[in-house]
């Protein structure tokens, strides 16, 4: 008879112990598996809060206390575009979706006010929220207020002569074609950010009321808020010293970062659960198989008198647990597989760590019968 006859023959007879350590083999192998999805879920879910998140950042006084007629510079704006590379600012490697207004005061059309935006939404009245819209015509886009064209956005209201309106603030005029109508303020007019620059290219007559913007990337967001604060001060409302930058930022990833901290410590605690689980596999599988060997020490006795040698005994033992790890690792496997709905290398990779662990313990266990002392145990009573 093989030995692999024997091992079966002697799982048979103890059906009770092999279908326990089989369900010990099973939980330590399943529980592995979804132990490795729950890491995962937790790791993509890292990985999608980063994508997904977006950091709003607001252009404030030096106290935090204002982010509204701020009489800025519109160099200031410029440099966050990336518009001041030559003077080394490159602030715009790590932010997107600049918005800025700056507002004039008109005399043409009387009592009108000329707000030049940088993109549509930088005006909060014209946005869902806000309660206002834009409807631009045919053949142009929110891209035309990025640059500097003599265009201009009417009220709906607004009755005109002709595809243009004069418009004058008592220093300058000029006739801006009308491409749209909004439903925002009234008596409000809105042009591109840049087209009241008459000096080079740069803004002397106006200055940014707002801005905001966002970071590009939540995975380099210190990096980002270092570059920043090169540019604009940190909102302090406690802080009246006189040596502040004339602007702060405020960086609103409070919420970002209490989800990356819950998230990282759920990771944390998985993989710190893991090599737990494993020694408690492997504990469990050493005493499960004590006792099941404890009650079997004549029946390798009586091997060892039948001309065994104790390796071979040995051997019979351990493909026993082997055999039992193999049937209830496979099955832990499909019950954990089912339980994650889905399956991985990774997944397969913890399994087998718990199969291991646990054929660890049983055969530290196992080994014991290699010490078997068979004329001792031989004159003891039943």
């Given amino acids: 008879m093989s030995m692999w006859q024997v091992t079966i023959c002697a799982m048979a007879r103890r059906r009770r112990w092999t279908i326990l350590l089989i369900l010990i083999a099973l939980l330590v192998t399943g529980t592995a598996m979804v132990l490795c999805m729950l890491t995962v879920r937790q790791e993509a879910a890292l990985e999608k809060t980063m994508d997904n998140t977006v950091i709003s ?3 404030t006084d030096p106290w935090g206390t204002g982010q509204d007629n701020l009489h800025m510079a519109t160099g200031f704006v410029d440099l966050l575009c990336g518009l001041r590379h030559e003077k080394g600012y490159y602030q715009d490697e790590y932010i997107k979706n600049v918005r800025s207004k700056a507002s004039i005061k008109l005399i043409k059309p009387q ?3 000329m707000v030049c935006l940088l993109t549509s939404d930088s005006d909060y009245s014209l946005t869902d929220a806000g309660g206002g819209s834009m ?4 053949g142009w886009d929110d891209s035309v207020f990025a640059g500097d064209r003599e265009v201009c956005v009417i ?3 607004l009755a005109v002569d002709g595809e243009y309106i004069e418009i004058d603030n008592g220093s300058f005029s000029v006739a801006l074609r009308i491409i749209g109508t909004h439903t925002g303020p009234e008596k409000t007019l809105y042009c591109p950010f840049h087209a009241m620059d008459f000096h080079d290219g740069q803004s002397y007559m106006v200055t940014a009321d707002s801005c905001s913007f966002d970071i590009k990337d939540a995975r380099r967001l210190d990096e980002a808020k270092a570059s920043l604060y090169e540019v604009f001060g940190e909102p302090n409302a406690d802080d009246h010293a006189g040596s502040r930058p004339a602007f702060a930022v405020r960086i609103n990833d409070d919420i970002l970062r209490s989800t990356l901290k819950e998230i990282r410590g759920n990771i944390r605690t998985l993989h710190l659960l893991t090599p737990i689980l494993l020694l408690i596999g492997a504990a469990v599988g050493f005493f499960a198989a004590y006792l099941s060997t404890q009650s079997r020490l004549r029946e390798y006795a009586v091997m060892r008198c039948l001309g065994m040698k104790r390796g071979e005994v040995f051997r019979v033992a351990l493909s026993e647990h082997l055999l039992i790890a193999l049937v209830g690792g496979v099955v832990g496997a499909a019950v954990g597989i089912a339980l994650s709905g889905t399956f991985t290398l990774r997944m397969l990779l913890y399994g087998a760590g718990g199969v291991f662990a646990f054929l660890i313990g049983t055969a530290s266990s196992v080994s014991r019968v290699t010490r078997i002392n ?9």
């Fill in 57 to 59: 950042c607001v252009v």
């Fill in 111 to 113: 009592e009108y006010t």
């Fill in 135 to 138: 409807t631009l015509f045919d």
């Fill in 155 to 157: 009220p709906r209201g």
């Fill in 374 to 382: 068979v004329m001792k145990l031989m004159k003891t009573e039943e």
